[in-house]
């Protein structure tokens, strides 16, 4: 089993430590107003970690994330879903999605600002905004390719519009949803920043914008560091749950 497993990792290891090694050698060849080394980084988020500041405002950005992004799964995988059954309502809603999945979302937080100030609300918006668009377009594609032969079987069964749901189309569908959850979980994670950055100041916005104005780049990337961290532990968290979900609909 340990051999299994460090034949089958070892790769993915190997290249997290010459990254570090890179980041290092980068820092310390280069000023630090610009970089600092990762050993360096690690120190001073330590230090962040044991004031308990870093914790006060992960656990703000938190809130935030998981606050939007559950929101934005509640309405992006039930309304993709409607979208594909329901044809003549895709076709009247398909050109705003496309063209919102498009926007650039921070160029309507001044929009959303003042239309409802500053607050928790307008922040929540602003990361469901980031993060439903994956969602719904993956939940409608995925159900859009649902071989018809498989509806038909299911009516020809009598099963009800309920049944045909829950039967058919959703394990059909999850793949491609779960696909768009990992889109979106990065996604997200900026809209997180960007509402602390242009909102109301918190989390771990906050602490990248008063260590920038203090000149602090070990806090900057410190906080970086653990945004990143926490993307790719969540993302590889939904592919492992994207690879379950395919080998269900397979079985």
Sequence with gaps: MPYTYLRRHLPFWISILIGIAI?????????????????????????????GEFGRQLLESAKLFVTGFVLA???GMPLGLLLARVRFLRIGVEP???????????????FILSLMGFGFAPKVLVVFLFAVFPVLYNTV???????????????????SEWALWREVML???????????RQSIGRALVGMIAAEFFLSSTGLGQLIMTASQNFDTGGVFASIFVIG??????????LKIEQHFVRWRQG
């Design 171 to 181: 394990p059909y569908t999850l793949p491609y949803t779960m696909t768009g959850v």
């Design 73 to 75: 799964l509640a309405v």
């Design 96 to 110: 705003y999605i496309m063209a919102l999945y498009a926007t650039p979302m921070v160029a309507l937080i001044p």
């Design 141 to 159: 594609e995925g159900a859009r390719s649902i071989k018809p032969e498989l509806i038909e079987v299911a009516k020809s069964f009598r099963s």
């Design 23 to 51: 980041w290092e050698i980068a820092g310390r060849s280069t000023s630090q107003a610009f970089m600092v080394p990762f050993s360096e980084t690690i120190v001073t988020l330590w230090q962040l970690i044991k004031s």
């Design 229 to 238: 961290l926490i993307g790719v532990g969540l993302m590889r968290l939904g």
